[in-house]
């Protein structure tokens, strides 16, 4: 696939086939992740693939932490972030809303609710970070984060990245048996996109340009 065709098609999937994703094709999409930029070329990600009884485990372990603490879903962040920001989440709702409504959720209930289980995907990737990296490495394991939804997107997979589900990071740890040292930085679901899911058929927008820019001359 052209690579600015696979940028600008690229979009979230949160509906998945039951079909496993082949061993071979997630080796590629994280080898395609490696070769993303970091400072220094310090390279501070390391991935988990989390599929079968793990992934399943997983699940129980981040579903049974949220029975007990009950940490509300809030994408505002309590109302202090600038207001900009606050309303073009309210404009995404605004537009999935109909797509959501099709399975009888609500639009926290299906976003929170399909976090916890990571969209049914067959596969899932942790990108992790060493805790004694400092926070602007963050950084590379974003890009490396988009390497591997690009490089998944161009071979037919869908992904979602999954963040929510971090609430709940010290049960994650305990799921995975990851050590103290080892940071959960961000979840991508990835799997087959089921073409008939109705929230699959929506498609968030962007801002202008002129929206999002500075000029300095």
């Given amino acids: ?35 993303a930029p970091s400072a220094s070329n310090q390279q501070p ?33 309590g109302k202090t972030i ?8 309210k404009q995404l709702f605004r537009g999935i809303r109909p797509f959501i409504a099709q399975l009888g959720d609500g639009n926290a209930a299906f ?7 990571f969209y049914d995907a067959p596969a899932v990737v942790l990108l992790t970070m060493h805790a004694h990296m400092p926070p602007v490495r963050y950084m590379d394991i974003g890009m490396a984060a988009q390497n591997l939804m690009l490089s998944a997107h161009a071979r037919g997979l869908g992904t979602c990245a999954v963040a929510l589900t971090l609430m709940y990071a010290d049960a994650v740890k305990a799921a995975l048996s990851l050590p103290d040292d080892i940071l959960p930085a961000l979840f991508i679901a990835v799997g087959y996109p089921d073409p008939v899911f109705p929230v699959n058929q929506f498609r968030s927008g962007r801002e202008t340009l002129e929206n999002c820019l500075t000029r300095h001359a």
Avoid at 22 to 30: C, G, H, M, R, S
Avoid at 82 to 89: H, I, L, N
Avoid at 111 to 117: L, N, Y
């Fill in 45 to 77: 990600w390391h991935f988990h693939i989390i599929e079968g009884r793990a992934l399943q485990h997983l699940v129980e372990c981040v579903r049974q932490a949220h029975r007990e603490e009950r940490r509300g879903y809030d994408p505002s962040k």
């Fill in 1 to 35: 696939m052209d690579a600015l065709v696979c940028l600008r098609e690229r979009k979230t999937c949160r509906g998945f086939l039951p079909r496993p994703v082949p061993a071979d094709v997630l080796n590629v999409i994280l080898t395609d992740a490696l070769w």
């Fill in 111 to 117: 976003i929170e609710s399909g976090s916890f289980r």
């Fill in 82 to 89: 600038p207001p900009q920001y606050v309303e073009r989440t």
